[in-house]
């Protein structure tokens, strides 16, 4: 026998309602974690710089090279800017006159500076007998350090050349990981094909 009442529609979809309220609200809300945007990574190319600087590399072709205009008096102090990704290498050279010490100490130092905000910092040499390149890369973890790449190269006679990359951003490092991944690897080219004239 069926029921045959001109409320019943309402009266049943009522109750479904308060239904789907009571038994949907029992376990608590979890947000969902924050995303961030999706990174375009160019093809990696490489071009060499090979100009009036002491020294020449290969840098990638979807980077910009700028003299550092905070450095007047420096003329072999450049910046590697990284515009797709607000990111900068800067460069500062160096001659050596018995202060190599106070290079490496100075580079450090730079380095040091990051130890409130770093987890981590890795140390890796640069040893190439043939092209007379020797130094140090620091990769610096943390969410909140500054510059999560630093080097420095020397002939250990003439020459010191220190390189730091920065953002033109908050630091977060965690967001920012597949972009130092990708730009570690264009450093590591750099330094790999580094020379001194």
Same mark, same amino acid.
């Given at each position: 026998?069926?029921?045959?009442? +001109? ?7 009522? *109750? ?7 038994? $949907?609200? /029992?376990?608590? #809300? ?15 190319? #490489? ?15 979807? *980077? ?15 910046? %590697? ?19 190599? &010490? ?15 905000? &770093? $987890?981590? %910092? ?19 973890? /943390? %969410? /909140?350090?500054? $510059? ?9 006679? +003439? ?17 920012? &990981?597949?972009? %130092? ?17």
């Amino acid at each position: 026998m069926l029921i045959k009442n +001109k409320y019943f529609p309402v009266v049943f979809l009522l *109750a479904f309602l308060i239904n789907l309220l009571l038994f $949907s609200c /029992g376990n608590d #809300y979890v947000p969902k974690p924050r995303g961030y945007f999706r990174i375009d990574l160019p093809e990696k190319q #490489y071009r060499l710089l090979d100009s009036i600087y002491p020294y020449t590399f290969e840098y990638p072709v979807y *980077a910009q090279i700028i003299p550092d205009k905070f450095a007047p008096d420096e003329p072999y102090w450049i910046n %590697i800017d990284f515009p797709q990704f607000k990111g900068r290498l800067h460069l500062s050279y160096k001659v050596i006159d018995n202060n190599l &010490a106070d290079y490496l100490e100075d580079a450090r130092t730079m380095v040091v500076k990051h130890i409130p905000k &770093a $987890s981590a %910092i890795n140390e890796e040499l640069i040893i190439n007998e043939h092209d007379k390149t020797f130094g140090l890369i620091y990769e610096i973890k /943390g %969410i /909140g350090a500054a $510059s999560p790449y630093q080097f420095f190269i020397t002939d250990s006679t +003439k020459h010191f050349l220190r390189g730091a990359l920065y953002f033109n951003i908050v630091p977060n490092n965690d967001s920012l &990981a597949p972009v %130092i991944d990708f730009l570690k690897q264009d450093i590591e080219q750099m330094i790999n094909t580094f020379k001194w004239k």
